[in-house]
């Protein structure tokens, strides 16, 4: 059968991916170019390997580490934990973030166009990806809203959550809040708690009687999207830079916190109750499909971050090395996290007790 000359000239352009110097190919014919896409067009790139790394290890390390892992670590058996954990690493998080990386970089597209390019039938893959990403982003940004309002509101003299408010009458008397006041056998609220459901959330008694409309969480949930946008508005000419702040700026305040943890009195019982192993949690279950769920979640595996990361690297980088460095930096800062976390809530339970 004769080839038509344009056929023969898009397999003159096309190389199979299962070439010596593509890592991470697969058994499909994909055009060359380190800056073109499948189909011929021009791709940003990142301004260097640095830039790269940083947004990699930026999205990878969140709440999930900070947040997250230590409450998971304490609830499933402590130091035991860290078996489940790093066999789930090896078995699934390494491979799956090097897949990502490796079709993301050869195919150069985002998640939606790698999947429907491998096969129309996964097509559904990379829909469902961007689907669960908008899904994250909603409640992540209410977060960043939250922390916006008590950035906000620390720039008093007397922080708004140090001590209960008053509650004030038409004649200009005033009594400390009833429901904050402590009692004589409980109190209701603490200030902090107060501060949290009342003035925050504005939490409502029950569903029936909804309070005003919170306008102050509404607004800075509104500075939140804009503040997403400004990362993302010329791609990543713009977020690239961004990376250089959101990547570090975590690391230092945990080291900021380290070094204040460690020197609380209760910090070592707080990193006992961390990481004293309960070894009869390894027969349950459940324990190993949380170290799943939580290498997912830690890693941002399967919603499509890092096939658009890696879609702006070169084709011949090295994508094998940096999965293996991101997921370990990834895990190592979780057990760091934990230290910094419990090194305080050990000396707050001993404040409390005492």
């Not at 070592?268 to 009869?280: A, E, I, Q, V």
Request: glycine residues 10%; aromatic residues 16%.
């Amino acid at each position: 059968m004769l080839q038509t000359n344009e056929g023969a000239a898009e397999q003159r352009n096309k190389v199979p991916v299962t070439d010596p110097g593509v890592p991470g190919g697969a058994a499909v014919g994909l055009p060359s170019g380190g800056g073109l896409g499948p189909n011929g067009e021009q791709r940003e790139s990142w301004d260097s390997k640095l830039t790269f790394l940083l947004a990699t290890v930026g999205y990878a390390v969140g709440l999930g580490n900070v947040w997250r892992f230590p409450y998971l670590a304490q609830k499933n058996g402590g130091g035991a934990f860290l078996i489940p954990y790093f066999v789930m690493l090896a078995v699934e998080g390494i491979p799956i973030f090097y897949l990502e990386l490796a079709i993301g970089q050869r195919l150069r597209k985002g998640a939606i166009g790698v999947w429907n390019q491998m096969s129309p039938y996964l097509g559904g893959i990379g829909i469902s990806s961007a689907v669960v990403s908008f899904n994250v982003a909603l409640y992540y940004n209410t977060i960043i809203a939250w922390c916006l309002f008590y950035f906000a509101q620390s720039f008093q003299a007397q922080l708004p959550w140090a001590e209960c408010p008053n509650k004030y009458y038409e004649n200009g008397s005033y009594v400390p809040e009833p429901e904050c006041v402590k009692g004589i056998i409980f109190q209701r609220s603490s200030p902090t708690q107060y501060f949290w459901y009342r003035t925050t959330l504005m939490i409502s008694e029950d569903i029936n009687d909804p309070e005003v409309f919170n306008w102050k969480i509404a607004l800075a949930l509104i500075i939140a999207w804009l503040l997403v946008y400004m990362c993302m508005i010329k791609g990543i000419a713009s977020s690239g830079k961004v990376v250089y702040v959101t990547a570090t700026f975590p690391y230092i305040v945990l080291i900021i916190f380290f070094f204040r943890g460690i020197t609380l009195k209760g910090m070592s019982d707080g990193l006992r109750h961390l990481f004293t192993p309960k070894w009869y949690t390894l027969t349950d279950p459940v324990v190993w499909l949380e170290a799943g769920t939580q290498i997912f979640f830690s890693l941002g595996l399967a919603f499509g971050g890092l096939i658009a990361f890696s879609s702006y690297n070169p084709v011949n980088n090295d994508c094998y090395r940096d999965a293996i460095m991101v997921s370990l930096t990834n895990c190592f800062t979780s057990m760091f996290a934990g230290i910094v976390v419990f090194s305080v809530i050990g000396s707050y339970a001993m404040h409390f007790v005492h």
